[in-house]
Every structure is written in structure tokens, then in C-alpha cells.
């Protein structure tokens, strides 16, 4: 049980385009779902929290209108990367807090590499 | 806020010998979880182990286990009998209450190389 799946797993697109990133709780319901980024041999950067019928909140620093977060389901949160750029290269991760399950426990999607040329 | 320090860039243990990957903690909440994730070049996030800020035993899973020491505020993994499998990058991470609920904050990671 448990698990998260995102997709694409890997997508290319070009500088000036959108990105749409999909991430799904197969088997759980998931209010809360979380978006990371992460670059090359570093941590995870947490972007913004998802809440399902409301508004994200994005962390410091991060931009609302490039990084679009909608959460429209239980088991459905999209990150769209708007005007992409070769700066917006990266690992993103999103993980998804079990409405039922320990407070303190996410499950995490594989991840989309994302490269813009 | 909560902070991670993992002060060990990169470990190196001979396989089936056993390694401690360092974790240091800091946050004002009474009530906190921690946990070890373990990343692989493929990128998934695999979880591997959870401690609860008010459980008394040290967690344990299969090779893996807990050092929590709260009065220091650390929680050290220790991996024994290491596989080549396990050569990953690892991370430290904190959930904490308060008004970062449900924020995990991650440290800075340690990559485990397992020598043959």
C-alpha cells in the first residue's frame, strides 16, 4: 500500500514552454501533498504544500506564477512549470500525507527529471 | 524552525561490515518524528526507518536501526552488514509540529559508497 506515482518520469521541452508534472496516491487518500525540488548531489528543497479544494502555499523565495500547483482531487496534485527555462532544470519530487494514516509519514513519488534546452 | 545536520558528505565501509551515518536535529517542538530515507541513483525516495520523538526505544528495521539520543538531539542510522546494494545517498529528516506541520526538513545527506 502506499504508494505515489508521478508523471512524466522523465520530460524535455523547450525554453519558453509549460510543463505539466502529475502526482497520484494510488491507494490512499492524500489532503496533503508536498512538492520538492532537488538538484545534482543535493538535499530536497521543499517548494510548496498542496492542500486539496484550496489554495498552495509556496515557501520563500519561490515563485507562484512560474510554479502553478493545483490540487483538485484526493489523489491528485499537478505542478506546472510555466515559461520553462534552462534554470528550471531539475529532480522534482512530491510526496502525499495519508489522511488516515501516522501524521508524521509521507510517500513519496518516484520523481520527474525535467530538462529544458 | 526545525534544522538537520548531517556532517558526513560521503562514508565508506567495506561490504558486510557495519557503518553509522550521523544525525544531528534541532527544533523548539515537543513532538516531532524523524526519520532515514535512502536515495538511490534511480532517484526514488525509499523510506527506511521512523523514530517518534516520544518513543523510548530505539526504532529498528531489519539491517537498519536508530541510535536516538533526544537529550543530544541526534539520531544516528546505523546500517550493519552493509550490502553493495545499500551504496546510496542517505537523508536525515525531521517532521516537526508547530507551525511547519507536516513540513519535512531534509539535511544535507550522506553518500554511502560500499566497497566489495
Known amino acids: 500500500g502506499a504508494v505515489v506515482s508521478q508523471h512524466p518520469s522523465r520530460v524535455i521541452c523547450k525554453s519558453g514552454t509549460s510543463v505539466k508534472i502529475e502526482c497520484r496516491s494510488l491507494d490512499f487518500q492524500a489532503t496533503t501533498m508536498f512538492w520538492y525540488r532537488q538538484f545534482p548531489k543535493q538535499s530536497l528543497m521543499l517548494m510548496a504544500t498542496s492542500n486539496e479544494g484550496s489554495k498552495a502555499t509556496y515557501e520563500q523565495g519561490v515563485e507562484k506564477d512560474k510554479f502553478l500547483i493545483n490540487h483538485a482531487s484526493l489523489t491528485l496534485s499537478t505542478l506546472t512549470v510555466t515559461s520553462a527555462h534552462p534554470e528550471d532544470s531539475s529532480f522534482y519530487i512530491c510526496?502525499?500525507?495519508?489522511?488516515?494514516?501516522?501524521?508524521?509519514?509521507?510517500?513519496f513519488g518516484p520523481g520527474t527529471r525535467l530538462t529544458v534546452t | 524552525a526545525q534544522k538537520i545536520t548531517q556532517t558526513q558528505p560521503g562514508m565508506f565501509v567495506q561490504e558486510k561490515e557495519a557503518v553509522t551515518l550521523d544525525c544531528t536535529y534541532d527544533t523548539s517542538d515537543q513532538s516531532y518524528g524523524l526519520f532515514w530515507y535512502k536515495q538511490p541513483s534511480s532517484g526514488e525516495m525509499i523510506f527506511l526507518i521512523y523514530q517518534g520523538s516520544y518513543d523510548e526505544q530505539n526504532a529498528t528495521e531489519g539491517r537498519y536501526s536508530l541510535n536516538f539520543q533526544k537529550a543530544r538531539k541526534s539520531a544516528n542510522l546505523v546500517i550493519s552488514a552493509s550490502q553493495l546494494g545499500d551504496s546510496a545517498m542517505y537523508f536525515c529528516?525531521?517532521?516537526?509540529?508547530?507551525?511547519?506541520?507536516?513540513?519535512?526538513?531534509f539535511g544535507q545527506g550522506t553518500i554511502l559508497t560500499v566497497h566489495p
Open positions: 510526496s502525499a500525507r495519508d489522511s488516515g494514516g501516522n501524521i508524521y509519514e509521507q510517500y
Open positions: 529528516v525531521i517532521n516537526a509540529g508547530g507551525t511547519s506541520y507536516g513540513k519535512l526538513t
